[in-house]
């Protein structure tokens, strides 16, 4: 028993006026068939040896006890409920109108009652997924006011906008998820943080780096590596294109966050001119992975797209491979750049 607070005032217990203190007791209850402990709130008599729950503790310690119920097993807490909605600055009657749940049911889910698990996986997605949260909030939008809709609306898009990058990676590790061979992924698991690296430390030693170039340059990188090291750098997976190989996901790894580029216009076309961004530093990448990779740029660097597309379809491992198809690292030993 830890006390709180103390203070002198009437106590319920022996009705007389005295120190009370505010103790914090460890109580254990069953709830739901499940045995749980949690810290219950009491005043407490010293004269008479009593506890005392005012009518405030008994709603608190009731809480206490259903959280500690939820986290045993494995349910959103009151406070993570709550701190969901607060996240999307959504009132609790307008969070149950979202949801298209009862107009209390946030309220009794944040005071007293304990949720299902069909209403706790909605409120776990919400809170994973803010683009989830935009398309349910669009489905209901005539049931809100419109500036409430705006300001949910516009807090939601900002939650998305912070987790693009997630959503990047999520996506890029799920392509790569089919990928065990270690003939296609250079014996190394896929690390998108040395990907990012890679581009940026390309784009530092190369004046004109556009996006052919880059997807060339990469495979060369870990090709090289792959035939001095016996292992690849990234673990990208290269498929062989009508351009030459190109890293499976390539949409999205140059949209993580770490790339940057500028967008130039040829006549109908965007292109993308990757540079490295402001004070960029390497973390990951090691001294034989740097190597190769100066061996890359020195090899061909210089080349324009054009030539350096021309140099990777007289690569065997290009001409050995079906088009479209996966390029086995196997023909690393032939590559043409030592």
Not at 13 to 39: L, N, P, R, W, Y
Not at 59 to 87: C, F, H, P, W
Not at 174 to 189: D, L, M, P, R
Not at 230 to 254: C, F, H, R
Request: charged share 30%; hydrophobic share 35%.
């Amino acid at each position: 028993m830890k006390s709180t607070k103390r203070e002198i005032k009437l106590c319920l217990a022996c009705m007389e006026i005295h120190e009370v203190d505010t103790v914090e007791v460890e109580d254990t209850e069953i709830f739901k068939g499940e045995e749980v402990s949690f810290q219950a709130v009491y005043e407490y008599c010293s004269r008479s040896d009593q506890l005392i729950e005012q009518e405030e503790m008994i709603k608190a310690n009731s809480l206490a006890m259903k959280d500690a119920y939820r986290i045993k097993v494995g349910l959103l807490t009151s406070n993570e409920i709550i701190e969901i909605r607060n996240q999307y600055g959504v009132s609790q009657k307008d969070f149950s109108e979202i949801l298209d749940w009862g107009k209390a049911t946030i309220t009794r889910y944040e005071n007293h009652q304990v949720q299902d698990r069909a209403h706790d996986a909605v409120l776990q997605k919400i809170d994973s997924d803010p683009k989830w949260f935009l398309d349910t909030l669009e489905q209901v939008k005539e049931r809100i006011t419109i500036k409430a809709y705006q300001k949910y609306y516009r807090i939601g898009a900002a939650q998305f906008k912070g987790k693009q990058n997630q959503y990047l990676l999520e996506s890029i590790e799920a392509i790569y998820a089919e990928f065990e061979n270690k003939e296609i992924t250079g014996g190394v698991s896929l690390n998108l943080q040395k990907v990012v690296e890679m581009i940026n430390y390309l784009a530092s030693k190369v004046t004109s780096l556009h996006k052919v170039k880059l997807m060339k340059m990469l495979w060369y990188s870990d090709a090289l590596h792959y035939k001095r090291e016996g292992k690849a750098i990234s673990g990208l997976v290269y498929s062989a294109l009508p351009m030459g190989a190109v890293p499976e996901g390539y949409d999205q790894i140059v949209m993580l966050d770490g790339v940057e580029f500028d967008t130039v216009a040829y006549g109908d076309h965007i292109g993308y001119k990757f540079k490295p961004v402001l004070e960029f530093r390497i973390k990951e990448l090691s001294q034989t992975e740097r190597e190769a990779m100066d061996a890359v740029v020195s090899a061909v660097g210089e080349l324009k797209a054009e030539e350096i597309v021309e140099k990777m379809h007289d690569e065997e491992a290009y001409q050995c491979t079906g088009k479209n198809c996966i390029i086995s690292y196997s023909f690393s030993k032939n590559l043409s750049i030592s």
